[in-house]
Antibody, heavy 120, light 109 residues
Framework: EVQLVESGGGVVRPGGSLRLSCAAS????????MSWVRQAPGKGLEWVSG????????GYADSVKGRFTISRDNAKNSLYLQMNSLRAEDTALYHC?????????????WGQGTLVTVSS | QSVLTQPPSVSGAPGQRVTISCTGS?????????VHWYQQLPGTAPKLLIY???NRPSGVPDRFSGSKSGTSASLAITGLQAEDEADYYC?????????FGGGTKLTVL
């Protein structure tokens, strides 16, 4: 069974940092690109960042560019999101998702998410 | 405000047909990027519903169908059931970055 399990969320003060992890199982991890998608409380989905199969190509939403860094460790079947200079508007449930497709990727499956709360 | 525009809400009675639109522009859907759809039941992670404009993953009932034309896409649900009550999101790309529509809440009356 394909499974994605996020961890690392918590409460952090504005300006602080947090590192999220996503443990993948049930598929050949380094065959796929991966992404982070977040959902603020009561709001819609927002793509945050994506990375290709070997980490050689990454992309970021304008809202997090320069503050967040996506990475992966294929030996550990793990995806990461380093979040620095956190703001109140970064408060959200962060999901990792597997990329599928070639040019116009879709996301399948999704993890259940880890909650990040930025508050003083 | 999302670059991909969806109606905030739609509703229908059991057995009816409803459609959810996703309107983009020449830089995203109109540029040839595919559109995908997700269903999010209350309190759960999103689930892939339609990929590549009109393809259903294994296990998704054929009551769900997708289409794309020009700068817009649509999700149609026929034979509406109570368990279809959920939030629905379209997703595509713009300048090679993924983006989602604002989401549509489907209420089954």
């Amino acid at each position: 069974e394909v499974q994605l399990v996020e961890s690392g969320g918590g409460v952090v003060r504005p300006g602080g940092s947090l590192r999220l992890s996503c443990a993948a199982s049930g598929f050949t991890f380094d065959d796929y690109g991966m992404s982070w998608v977040r959902q603020a409380p009561g709001k819609g989905l927002e793509w945050v960042s994506g990375i290709n199969w070997n980490g050689g190509s990454t992309g970021y939403a304008d809202s997090v560019k320069g503050r967040f860094t996506i990475s992966r460790d294929n030996a550990k079947n793990s995806l990461y999101l380093q979040m620095n200079s956190l703001r109140a508007e970064d408060t959200a449930l962060y999901h990792c998702a597997r990329d599928k497709g070639t040019q116009s990727n879709w996301f399948d499956p999704w993890g259940q998410g880890t909650l990040v709360t930025v508050s003083s | 405000q999302s670059v991909l525009t969806q109606p905030p809400s739609v509703s229908g009675a059991p057995g009816q047909r409803v459609t959810i639109s996703c309107t983009g522009s020449s830089s995203n859907i109109g540029a040839g990027y595919d559109v995908h759809w997700y269903q999010q039941l209350p309190g759960t992670a999103p689930k892939l519903l339609i990929y590549g404009n009109s393809n259903r993953p294994s296990g998704v009932p054929d009551r769900f169908s997708g289409s794309k034309s020009g700068t817009s896409a649509s999700l149609a649900i026929t034979g509406l059931q109570a368990e279809d009550e959920a939030d629905y999101y379209c997703q595509s790309y713009d300048s090679s970055l993924a983006l989602f529509g604002g989401g549509t809440k489907l209420t089954v009356l």
